[in-house]
Structure formats: C-alpha cells, structure tokens
C-alpha cells in the first residue's frame, strides 16, 4: 500500500518535485495542449500548490511521485509522475481524500478521457459540463460528483 502524507508547507525541493510530476503526468495525459499551453500552466500549478487548503503527496525512492490538491471537499489537482501510472497510487490518493477529507467533487478536462475513466471507474458522476477552464480557456470542464 502507498503512504499517503501531507505536505503542509512545501520546501522549495518539494515544490520542484510536484512542478515535474504535474509536467510529466499532463504530457502524458493531456495531449490537447500544447507547449505553450504547458508552459502559460506552469505559474497557476505552482500558485495553485501553494494555496490549496489541503496538499498531499505520495514518496517513493527518489522523491514525490504523486500528489493531490483538496479544497471544499473537491479534488483541485491529482497528479501522478508517468512511469507511476497504472500503479494504483492515484486511486490511493483519490480514496484517501473520500475517507479522510470528505471530497465528493472533481472538476476534468473533458479531453482527457483517460481521467474522465478513472474518476468514472471510482464512482464519479457527471453532474454538468463548462466551455472554459479555470483559466478561461476553451477546455470544457466536465464536472464530476460521488
């Protein structure tokens, strides 16, 4: 089983950690954007880290692999490294967050049908849809309940 642990202030190590698994997961995952759409991301993932309410990660040998962004009982950002996906460290985190935070909501990039599947395989229904993303830009967003 994975060990799940909070990150209550990230070092700057840390930090640097989370910016590379959120960039290896979404060029792994979100192949709708592109380069310079990864790269305009980059300030609102580092913001949106150091802001969320609740932030945890998952270690494994050599640092961070994973992480989960919780605020108001909804998954702001889960993310896991490339070469750990498939492993079931991302439903970890996601049960955790349902046991332990009460989350019951995500938001997703309609585009991303590999996430839409796993929320989908977790029990997360699709309770209404939005043109933009958080940023205004055209990424509908499907939103997500338990």
């Not at 995952?29 to 609102?44: K, N, V």
Request: with cysteine; glycine share 8%; hydrophobic share 45%.
């Amino acid at each position: 089983m994975y060990k799940v642990e909070r990150l209550k202030q990230s070092s700057a190590v840390e930090l640097q950690e989370i910016l590379g698994v959120w960039e290896t997961s979404v060029r792994a995952t979100h192949d709708f954007l592109t380069e310079s759409d990864i790269a305009s991301l980059r300030p609102a993932v580092r913001e949106g880290v150091a802001s969320v309410e609740y932030l945890y990660c998952v270690k494994g040998e050599k640092g961070i692999i994973a992480f989960l962004g919780v605020a108001d009982a909804k998954i702001e950002m889960l993310f896991v490294t490339a070469v750990e996906r498939g492993k079931g460290i991302g439903k970890a985190l996601v049960r955790y967050a349902v046991e332990n935070l009460y989350v019951n909501a995500v938001d997703v990039n309609e585009q991303n049908s590999q996430a839409v599947g796993f929320y989908r395989c977790l029990g997360f229904r699709v309770g209404g849809r939005s043109e933009l993303d958080a940023q205004g830009r055209a990424f509908p967003l499907l939103h997500m309940t338990l």
